[in-house]
């Protein structure tokens, strides 16, 4: 008769629980409140973490330490379960989990299972509310960008949209990445410069103040406004149909205004502005005679702008035109530099 084996002490495990900072502390998975709750141990390095109220609440009782990997080791007995709560700042313990990995690849510890358990995760555009910390900071901190005004930031944010189209025209997936960060930069600056006009309010008792969460709403409330295909009731099947679809929405907000006009930026490039106003014009239905040019200097101007008209209506876009043009002149200068000199 074979004896039974003598049974094996049940391996230990330490769990390294890793959250993201950018969800509210309270909301982790099932699983690993599961975990905590079930725990022999549960240590957190940081007395201050934001977790921590939660987890006390739930009825788990937290110790503040910060055990190196082969103490952790030691600690975990045969059967028992450790948790490990990640810094704050939702970053890796990485002298932690590369003496662990150095433990476990030596040969010379027994080592209890490891296991990373993910208790939350980054949602879609979580990292934007990086951003607005890092802005925050930045704007209390340094000594030029809070000194800024929407006035004196203009310029820039004319700027970062050139650069903006020249990464898209040329094509460049790195380079559009950039840009379209260097121009969410300026959004959250002006959201952030606007934010502290409240602090001129309290003393004032009127204010312009708002935050880059108001300017987020606005734009979710004019996104559904203007998608009624999408949030609605309406149907739009095809391109055709939403284009229909939105001539009759701006048809509504029509009669807010006292011009077709309205609305038009004049600080945009020259021949973007006389296209988009003789397409305004041609929408509405107005036979516009271009304007009389008295001074000999204007001639270039009223023809550049007959120019603007006339690629409006074949439906061209005259600034990208200009620009194609003005790039493939570009070519021919560089090219004209390079080429040897005329014996």
């Known amino acids: 008769m074979t004896e039974n084996p003598t049974p094996r002490p049940a391996t230990g495990r330490i769990v390294l629980l890793t959250v993201s900072h950018r969800v509210a502390p309270g909301l982790l998975s099932f699983q690993a409140w599961d975990t905590l709750r079930a725990a ?8 201050g973490h934001p977790l921590l109220p939660y987890v006390r ?17 030691d600690a975990c007995g045969p059967g028992a ?8 700042d939702g970053a890796t313990d990485t002298a932690l989990t590369d003496g662990l990995a150095r433990l476990a690849g030596s040969g010379r510890a027994a080592m209890p299972d490891l296991e990373l358990l993910p208790g939350s995760y980054d949602v879609p555009g979580a990292r934007l509310l990086d951003l607005v910390q890092v802005m925050d900071r930045i704007r209390r ?21 050139y650069e903006l189209v020249e990464a898209i025209e040329a094509g460049d997936a790195t380079e559009l990445r ?7 930069l300026q959004v959250a600056l002006h959201a952030r410069i606007a934010e502290d006009a409240g ?38 099947e095809t391109p055709e149909d939403v284009h ?35 397409g305004r014009a041609r929408a509405a239905g107005l036979d516009v005679e271009l304007p009389d040019v008295p001074a000999q200097s204007d001639e270039v101007g009223r023809a550049l702008l007959a120019m603007a008209v006339h690629a409006e209506t074949t439906g061209a876009d005259p600034e990208t035109s200009l620009r194609t043009a003005a ?7 560089r090219a004209a530099e390079s080429a040897p000199p005329n014996a």
């Open 244 to 278: 229909a679809l939105w001539l009759r929405t701006k048809a509504v907000e029509k009669h807010h205004r006292t011009s077709v006009t309205d609305g038009i930026p004049l600080g945009q490039p020259a021949l973007a502005l006389a296209a988009k106003l003789a």
């Open 57 to 73: 609440d739930a009825g788990v009782t937290v110790e503040i330490a910060a055990p190196t990997a082969p103490e952790l080791v």
């Open 81 to 88: 379960t450790l948790v490990v709560i990640p810094p704050a």
């Open 199 to 236: 602090d001129v309010a309290d003393a004032e008792g009127a204010s312009d103040a708002f935050s880059i969460d108001d300017v987020a709403a606005t734009l979710v409330e004019k996104l559904i406004h203007r998608h009624p295909h999408v949030f609605g009731d309406e149907t739009a």
């Open 327 to 333: 790039r493939a002149y570009r070519d021919a200068i």
């Open 141 to 161: 901190a340094c000594p030029w960008t809070s000194t800024q005004t929407h006035e004196g930031l203009a310029k820039y944010a004319i700027e970062e949209a």
């Open 178 to 184: 950039e840009e379209l960060g260097d121009v969410l």
């Open 40 to 47: 022999d141990r549960v240590l957190c390095a940081d007395a």
